[in-house]
């Protein structure tokens, strides 16, 4: 069974030789870092590279950029780049580049994905991150009450840009699955109601998921922390996976599916046991093995692996995963 075919399986709730073994994220540099002093090799420099060092499954992503050569930058993190909608309009001619990706880059990546050695996928931004990029942390929650419009009219020029740029994409090759960047929950749930997501950010959803879906695209959203509540209002309007379920936000990913049985799931594992040894490690993949034997879910460290895990302690845990997926397919 090639990569992609065991992984196109996983997620369709079909039975493999064994899941996927792979991190969808890729490492903090301060953990890269750490891990050359441990005898990493040096001339690793690239996720390629690192995931092949360590035998993982092959996959290739490809976030689509939403700024052009020219944007503003903001002065710092969390900061705004525009302010109104007249200053929205002044740099519009900077966003939504009309190729926003190298052509070249993914021709090499559709080979390997023909073959069956990668799977390729995409991140968009999402209707919560995009705003939020533009208009900074702090006003992008009051605009949902001060500048509503405008809102309305980044996401309207931002689905257009989208749905432009997956017909460029396609015309090359078709994605395995995608995610759709958010980071709208944190450890106490979303920060917006359901009546604020069904005006801003559904009516967009609504329209961009079936473009994906009907070219045989996995739609995943990619939010931090406690997704439990959103999951109901993902699925409303036709998403069919979340990542990455952050165990110490409180994510259950029993209750998950309990609760939402067709849902695909990809992450999950407490990247905060990596360094604790095998018996807690072990205890760790306890709790998700039943939803493993399940399908439709993808084990993996619940986000980056953080510098506290040695070399070692990650090597470990990579021997216990793939005893896992190899147990979770019998």
């Known amino acids: 069974m090639t990569n992609r075919e065991r992984f196109r399986r996983t997620l369709s709730f079909e039975s493999v030789d064994r899941l996927p073994v792979l991190e969808w994220a890729g490492w903090w540099d301060r953990t890269i870092a750490r891990w050359r002093e441990e005898g990493l090799p040096a001339e690793l420099t690239t996720g390629e590279s690192i995931r092949d060092y360590f035998g993982q499954d092959g996959h290739r992503q490809c976030w689509i950029p939403t700024r052009g050569a020219g944007c503003p930058r903001p002065a710092g993190h969390g900061l705004p780049i525009v302010n109104n909608r007249e200053e929205y309009l002044a740099i519009k001619q900077y966003l939504y580049p009309d190729y926003p990706f190298n052509a070249e880059v993914i021709k090499a990546w559709a080979e390997g994905q023909k073959a069956g050695d990668l799977v390729i996928w995409i991140t968009l931004d999402g209707f919560f991150w995009y705003a939020r990029g533009m208009l900074g942390i702090e006003q992008h929650l009051l605009a949902f009450y001060d500048q509503p419009d405008l809102m309305k009219e980044m996401n309207e020029d931002l689905l257009a840009h989208q749905l432009r740029v997956l017909d460029q994409f396609c015309e090359i090759c078709t994605p395995d699955f995608m995610t759709i960047a958010e980071d709208m929950s944190y450890n106490h749930g979303p920060m ?139």
């Open 192 to 330: 917006l109601s359901k009546l604020q997501f069904d005006e801003f950010m559904a009516p967009y959803y609504r329209r961009l998921v079936p473009a994906l879906i009907e070219r045989g695209i996995v739609v995943f959203v990619d939010t931090d922390g406690d997704v439990t509540k959103p999951a109901a209002w993902f699925e409303e309007v036709g998403v069919q996976g979340l990542l990455p379920l952050e165990r110490m936000a409180g994510v259950d990913i029993v209750q998950l599916r309990r609760d939402h049985p067709k849902l695909r799931m990809l992450g999950a594992y407490d990247k905060t046991v990596m360094h604790l040894g095998e018996a807690r490690m072990r205890q760790e993949f306890e709790r998700i093995f039943p939803v493993m034997c399940q399908g439709g879910y993808i084990p993996s460290c619940d986000h980056q692996t953080p510098p506290g895990v040695s070399l070692d302690d990650y090597r470990l845990w990579l021997r216990l995963l793939r005893e896992y997926c190899e147990r979770a397919a019998q």
